[in-house]
Structures are given as C-alpha cells and as structure tokens.
C-alpha cells in the first residue's frame, strides 16, 4: 500500500461547524444557493443560477439520475409499541426494480428504529393505496449488527414500489434533528432523478432547475447520467484517527456505454456532479486498469476499499476506457454494472474528474477526505472562506464549483 495512506488522520480534516451554519430547509429557489467558485487556487462567490458561465461550450457534465424513496415505514407492534423500519436495500430478490415491481411480498435489509421493542412478532400497517385499504406486514427473519433482514407481506395487487410510495416517509439526513416534512418530499429530490432507490440525496444535484439544464444545453454543453443509488452508509462517520480502519460502505452503479465512449471522446475533461458520480467515475477508470491487468469478467467488476492503491498506477485513462467498452461490446452489455467500496483520499491521483460540483460536508467524513484529495490542502481555505461568507452547509446548504489544480 502506498505510504501517504500510513499517515491518515481524520483529525487533521476536521472544522468548526456551528449548528446554525447548517442548513435545516432548502431556500425557496433551488438555484438562488451560493456557489462558491474555486479555480486557478482563487475563490469567490457566485449564484448558482449563474453556474453555466463557468462551463465551456462542448463540456461534457455527468449526473447521479437515481431517486430517493420513501424509505421510512412507521409501523405498531399489537402492544402499540411504535416501530421505524427503514428500507437500505433489497435482500430477495436483490435487484431494485425486480423488488418493487413485487406483488405479494420482498425482503429488504433495513435498520429498526426502537429494535428492543421487537423482538419477535409481525408488525402490521393499514394503508390506503390507489383509493383502497392494504395491510402491510413486516417480519424479521434474520440479520447483522447492522441491520436486519426484514420480510414485508401485504394484501391486495399492489407492487411494492407504489406501497413504499403511499406508506413510507422520504428519509432526510439525521443530522437535521427534525422529522420528514412536506417539503422535503419534494425538494429531497433532484428534478432529474429517475430511477427509484436512493436512502440519501446526491444533493450536489439538488441546485439545478430547468432554467438552469436549458442554459447549460443551449451554450452546447453535453449532459450525461449515471445511476448510483446512494446509501445510509454515506453518513457513517470515521470513529478512529487511523483512516486505515475505516470500512467504506459498497455503492452499485450503472453507466451506459455510450456516456463512457464520450468521456473518452471529450478526453476526460467533464465536470461530475456530486461525490456518487465521482467516485463511480473513477472506479470504472480503476474497472477498465483490472481488465488489462487479470483475467476477469464483466460478473466480477468490484473494487474494495483499498485495493486501486495497489494497482498499475501508469495506464492513461483513454487505455483504460476503451478497455471497458472493448469488453462490454464483446460481452453484448450496452449497461455497465459494477460494485465500488474505493475511499478516496488526500494522496490519490483522479484519473477521470477535473471539475466537481459538491456542497460543504461534515467535518471528519469520507467526503471531506475526497474534497482534501481533489484540491490538497486548500481545503481549509475554501471552508474557512465559507464560513466567513455565511454560506449554508451540508445536504440542503449551498454549493462549490472546484477544479482540480493544475
């Protein structure tokens, strides 16, 4: 492993964040946010409205198209004893659209809200769906420390994904310190997601309008997606000083070849949206070097944690690239699918990003190593000045337009 890793401490990224700083509801406007703007090592101060004047004709930008869900079901025990179950990711059958197209029952890993209370028993809730009466099941059958394996089971020719919708509550990040409100059901939500599975926003998305999309279109800018359906796991914190004992949450993803075959074309030079685009993107550069490098097929594409460390660090992202869509034209898949656990870390050289557009992240978080790792130590700077600045931090707070140095 490459030695800058041996000397990772989370204690050295790390702010004062007061919590009036953080923004608890989104602005009236979504692109009426600040954008910070950090280039050429100078930063100012902008309006996000104003975004498509730092981005030049033929630029191509990639997007997280995923979707939150309603992901918190409040249920009773027949004690009356309230319970969360929070929906992570489907466990039987495993795939996301399979799971909520489900007419009579599917298994998801979730986390339990007052777990003590439930011990054993059927939870039961009554939902109106599409004008009539259903009633939801929830069984626990197995699980980890983590979470818990839980079987839902309901009535009536409903497929799960419409019964979350009706039941369920959007799951806004726990650092709020408030429950789900109205708003958050629509504005928790990008006005491009399409594809249902998220537990947590890509919120670098959430400043973009139609106004905005239009500018950016009309100036000849190219807009791609990508699906990457982010996890609770991104709010998990680092709990040691040592970086290395930090075990990264896996995220899947899926790309078309087509977005890869023009990132190749604009010769790496896009701007990614949100840290899930970024952290894909660069994985799939990683996918490409252990294509060249081991005999393995497109069913096994995966990265742990730390494993892109270790591997070739010389092959050019073109050679890389054109090595995954070699594989996949041979494969017949025009769907790249992959698993990343990658942690992205102040040392580590980004082989397909030069622009990101991300909000401001809580000190000592993964997030905040990755943005330490894209601009080095001008980190520090950048926040500093946004605090200064009185710009609104995390999730629904304001933004930043950084590029890599040069």
Wanted: hydrophobic residues 40%; contains cysteine; neutral net charge.
């Amino acid at each position: 492993m490459i030695d800058f890793i041996n000397n990772l401490q989370i204690n050295n990224f790390t702010y004062d964040l007061p919590d009036e700083r953080v923004a608890k509801y989104p602005l009236a406007e979504r692109d009426q946010s600040k954008l910070l703007v950090y280039r050429n090592g100078r930063i100012s101060t902008d309006v996000f409205v104003n975004l498509p004047d730092y981005i030049g004709t033929n630029d191509l930008l990639v997007f997280n198209n995923t979707r939150v869900i309603r992901a918190r079901i409040e249920m009773e025990k027949e004690t009356g004893a309230r319970i969360e179950v929070f929906c992570l990711e489907p466990h039987n059958p495993p795939d996301y659209q399979l799971s909520f197209s489900q007419l009579a029952s599917c298994q998801w890993k979730c986390m339990i809200g007052n777990l003590k209370k439930w011990k054993s028993g059927v939870l039961k809730k009554t939902v109106t769906c599409n004008g009539l009466p259903i009633e939801l099941q929830a069984e626990r059958i197995g699980g980890t420390d983590r979470y818990q394996i839980v079987r839902f089971k309901w009535t009536g020719a409903t497929d799960f994904g419409t019964l979350l919708d009706a039941c369920g509550h959007t799951p806004i990040p726990p650092y709020l310190n408030r429950q789900t409100e109205e708003i958050d059901e629509t504005r928790y939500q990008t006005v491009y997601s399409k594809h249902k599975g998220s537990v947590a926003a890509p919120t670098a998305g959430l400043h973009f309008t139609p106004r905005v999309l239009k500018r950016l279109s009309d100036k000849g800018a190219m807009l791609d997606e990508i699906t990457l359906h982010v996890g609770a796991g991104t709010f998990r914190p680092v709990q040691q000083n040592d970086v290395r004992l930090h075990e990264m949450h896996v995220e899947i993803f899926s790309i078309h070849i087509d977005v890869i075959q023009h990132i190749i074309a604009n010769n790496g030079i896009l701007t990614i949206i949100g840290t899930t685009s970024l952290r894909a993107l660069e994985s799939i550069y990683w996918l490409g070097v252990k294509l060249l490098h081991l005999n393995i097929g497109l069913q096994n594409l995966e990265l742990q944690q730390w494993e892109v460390y270790d591997l070739p660090q010389d092959i050019n992202m073109r050679q890389a690239l054109l090595k995954v869509c070699e594989v996949m034209e041979i494969s017949k898949q025009n769907t790249l699918y992959a698993s990343t656990k990658i942690i992205i870390v102040p040392g580590y050289k980004f082989r397909v990003c030069q622009r990101l557009i991300t909000n401001f992240h809580q000190p000592q978080s993964t997030l905040l190593l990755l943005v330490g790792a894209f601009v080095g130590d001008a980190w520090k700077d950048i926040y500093r000045y946004a605090l200064e600045n009185n710009f609104r931090f995390l999730s629904y707070g304001d933004s930043s337009l950084l590029e890599l140095p040069k």
